[in-house]
């Protein structure tokens, strides 16, 4: 809870090998990770999974404001391990949506650097965001899907930016679809789903192609029970596989996710 | 392999998720191309019958009538050697007399039978790089400084007409072909900008999913290199369909050779990628 703690900015090798320091989670569950999926068919785009000694998303002295220069973070220094999961919680308008933004590339700080799988945002040209950001799954409403394309074909749509060829692609649609119950809705294009549907399609286009990296904005927002009680479970989990996911929302979960740090955002800072 | 053949299914699926966009699209491309390819013929046409116009024009060299018989050889060499006369033909004053008989249908020079007012002359034929206003009149000239040419005769004023409606046609041309290029260009373009705004969320996600510039854009480019290059060889078909269809007794039409035809098409496709490439470069930043 100290994420008031400035550190000075250290060379790249050293940080990736520092302790996880800055920003101490609330509820803190270190456990090695364990079973982490096999990652035989993935394209040189999406790596198999980092170390678990390296640090995948960085936040150094962050200073974000919205556009009409109201302040939404100050000094956010934050750290997320490989294999591990950070949730953030904060009201509406407290800046989930907008760290999400950050780490994906779609939003630049006013100050400080973010910086995933050890690039810096700011200094990458497009082709090196690419590279990044297709080693990132995401959920939620920053990631919505094509409008012009089937379920099907949006949970494809990763695996054949990453170039994967037919027949695994098919494999893994196949896979992910059974594991998701969403076979019945391959055909259906998106504005023919139900938001529940819609959600359960991007936990399965995050899925299909097991990217390193998970970020899921506001995840059981208006879910059933029995969806609710699924998604959990798949985030239960992705974070015994080794992957590292960020979860925001504006509530706590049912149940305590392992390999997880609890953060809370209060007034444009991460305790 | 797999990223091009998404962009493929991508451009037909574009096409087929908007068809009315597509369609009306591909019928305003169809009427300016074909109003082009119209005017391009009509122009050949037109050249050509200027060209045919061209090639009979002659000019007339007359004799002085001191010159004796026995020095026609001579002139008629010393005319041949002026630049851009092709042929020089003598006609006689009992060959010019028979001439006019023949053009008037009756003999009008009843009672010169001793002395044929007529003057000889040489018909002279021009090559067809000198059948311009400027090289006829040099050729004039010359054909006056030859020893024992009294007069020359062409139709200067027919020519002048001739090569200014020529130029115009050129110029108007020029400037319809210009026009209707931009029109092209804006009626493909606006399409492809209909077909992006409809579909800009999805730019956004698929920018997030790590896709590139060149996997997004390809659809609409490849569509606009489709759909210019359809119409395009579209409006020749109709057009050739119609010139078998319809006979002209007065003049033949004068349609393109097939190798111009292709490259007619090919620079609608480059038209069409350059349209596709205007349309969602805003989308792309």
Avoid at chain 1, 164 to 183: I, Y
Wanted: hydrophobic share 45%; proline share 5%.
């Amino acid at each position: 809870m100290d994420n008031e703690q400035k550190t000075a900015p250290q060379p790249e090798n050293d940080r990736h090998n520092e302790d996880q320091t800055t920003s101490t989670p609330r509820d803190s569950q270190p456990e090695p990770a364990s079973s982490a999926p096999e990652h035989r068919d993935q394209p040189a785009d999406v790596q198999s999974q980092p170390s678990s000694d390296m640090v995948v998303v960085q936040f150094d002295n962050v200073y974000l404001n919205t556009d009409h220069g109201h302040e939404v973070f100050r000094d956010l220094t934050f750290c997320l391990r490989a294999g591990c999961t950070a949730y953030i919680t904060g009201p509406a308008g407290s800046g989930k949506t907008s760290l999400i933004r950050l780490i994906i590339g779609d939003r630049m700080p006013a100050a400080g650097a973010v910086e995933v799988f050890g690039e810096v945002w700011r200094w990458r040209s497009r082709r090196q965001r690419m590279r990044i950001r297709r080693r990132i799954g995401g959920v939620g409403g920053l990631f919505d899907l094509m409008p012009s394309l089937t379920a099907a074909e949006n949970v494809t749509l990763p695996l054949i930016i990453a170039g994967l060829p037919r027949r695994q692609r098919q494999e893994k649609l196949l896979r992910v679809l059974g594991e998701f119950s969403l076979l019945k809705l391959a055909n259906v294009y998106p504005e023919r789903l139900t938001r529940v549907e819609r959600t359960m399609v991007q936990f399965a286009r995050a899925a299909v192609n097991d990217q390193p990296l998970l970020l899921i904005d506001e995840p059981t927002a208006g879910l059933d029970r029995t969806t609710y009680d699924r998604l959990v479970e798949y985030m239960f989990k992705v974070s015994q596989s080794g992957r590292s996911m960020i979860i925001v929302s504006s509530e706590v979960p049912s149940r305590e996710l392992p390999n997880t740090d609890y953060y809370e955002i209060v007034n444009g800072a991460l305790l | 392999m797999t990223r091009l053949a998404h962009i493929l299914a991508e451009t037909l699926r574009n096409l087929r998720r908007h068809p009315l966009t597509a369609l009306s699209s591909l019928l305003s491309l169809l009427l300016i191309f074909l109003l082009f390819d119209l005017f391009w013929v009509g122009a050949a046409t037109a050249r050509q019958f200027y060209d045919n116009l061209l090639r009979d024009l002659r000019m007339e060299v007359f004799v002085r009538e001191d010159i004796p018989e026995s020095g026609i050889p001579a002139l008629r060499s010393n005319l041949l050697k002026i630049p851009g006369v092709a042929a020089a033909d003598y006609v006689s004053k009992d060959q010019a007399r028979r001439e006019l008989m023949e053009l008037v249908g009756t003999d009008l020079l009843v009672g010169y039978d001793t002395t044929n007012p007529l003057p000889r002359s040489f018909v002279l034929a021009i090559s067809v790089d000198h059948l311009s206003v400027d090289r006829m009149q040099d050729v004039e000239t010359a054909a006056l400084k030859v020893q024992g040419v009294s007069q020359v005769y062409y139709s200067q004023s027919w020519l002048n007409k001739a090569e200014s409606t020529n130029s115009m046609i050129q110029r108007v041309g020029t400037a319809l072909g210009l026009l209707i290029l931009a029109a092209a260009l804006m009626a493909s373009l606006n399409n492809i900008r209909l077909m992006t705004r409809a579909r800009a969320v999805g730019f956004r996600q698929m920018f997030l999913l790590g896709a590139g510039r060149l996997f997004v854009a390809m659809p609409f480019i490849l569509e606009g290199i489709l759909i210019s290059t359809t119409t395009a060889a579209g409006g020749w078909l109709l057009l050739v369909w119609a010139h078998q269809k319809v006979e002209l007794t007065q003049m033949q039409l004068v349609m393109p050779e097939t190798h111009l035809i292709i490259y007619y098409c090919l620079c609608a496709a480059l038209l069409g990628l350059v349209s596709g490439y205007l349309g969602i470069r805003r989308q792309l930043r």
